[in-house]
């Protein structure tokens, strides 16, 4: 099993522009999510998905698109970016069991200049 | 809603010293508890969690937390430390659901440097 992975490591982007960070995972795992991570605020949910066609909006959900088609695959949209968009980027997923373990991938460190 | 606090946003400590990571949590109803670490440039893991039962819980490298409910703190301890267990750690809680969206609530984190 490769668990998370995520795509890419590392990006930069200027302010305006778009890109998709990737995310997929190989457990069979319904429950996917988005989080960001900035220093000293630990990690806070972007999206969230239960299943294939369904997803549902995190805390700071503004600036970022969501979709889910099949299982295994869970991208995160950035429409244009914005500086405060600068962060690392984690995505995890779970069986959606009451307190199963989420497994986090490698994460993507993203700059918006 | 669920709000995490971690006293403590630096923790450092000599090496075989003991330590204790403290967290506080608010929630209206009955959550899970959980500790994940982050050793440097990686992703998190899930270090311990609390599910029901007792309220010690263990991890298989040393670590142990606490559920007190009436305090609604859980705090992670090591009688120990060795310089491999520098890393963040991060206190997390999830409302109690037997189905559906496991949607975790951070803390800040707390950044433990070992000193030898």
């Known amino acids: 099993n490769a668990g998370v992975t995520q795509t890419p490591k590392f990006q930069v982007l200027k302010t305006g522009q778009s890109m998709t960070l990737q995310c997929a995972q190989d457990?069979?795992?319904?429950?996917m999510s988005w989080y960001r991570q900035d220093p000293g605020m630990g990690l806070r949910l972007i999206h969230y998905?239960?299943?294939?066609?369904?997803?549902d909006q995190g805390e700071v959900p503004n600036g970022y698109n969501v979709s889910r088609s099949t299982t295994e695959d869970f991208p995160l949209r950035l429409l244009s970016a914005a500086p405060s968009q600068t962060s690392v980027y984690f995505c995890?997923?779970?069986?959606?069991?009451?307190?199963?373990?989420?497994?986090f991938g490698p994460g993507t460190r993203l700059t918006v200049t | 809603a669920q709000s995490v606090t971690q006293l403590d946003s630096q923790v450092p400590v000599f090496e075989e010293a003991p330590v204790e990571l403290r967290c506080n949590y608010s929630?209206?109803?009955?959550?899970?508890l959980f500790w994940y670490v982050q050793y440097p440039n990686q992703g998190l893991q899930l270090l311990l969690k609390?599910?029901?039962?007792?309220?010690l819980v263990e991890s298989i490298n040393g670590f142990e937390a606490e559920f007190n409910k009436s305090q609604t703190s859980f705090h992670l301890r090591k009688p120990s430390v060795h310089i491999s267990d520098t890393a963040e750690y991060f206190c997390?809680?999830?409302?109690?659901?037997?189905?559906?969206?496991?949607?975790?609530?951070f803390g800040q984190g707390t950044r433990l440097t070992i000193n030898p």
């Open positions: 929630s209206s109803v009955s959550v899970y």
């Open positions: 609390y599910l029901s039962g007792s309220t």
């Open positions: 995890a997923s779970s069986y959606s069991v009451g307190g199963y373990e989420q497994y």
């Open positions: 457990m069979n795992h319904e429950y």
């Open positions: 998905s239960v299943g294939a066609g369904i997803t």
């Open positions: 997390a809680v999830s409302p109690y659901l037997i189905q559906g969206a496991q949607k975790l609530v």
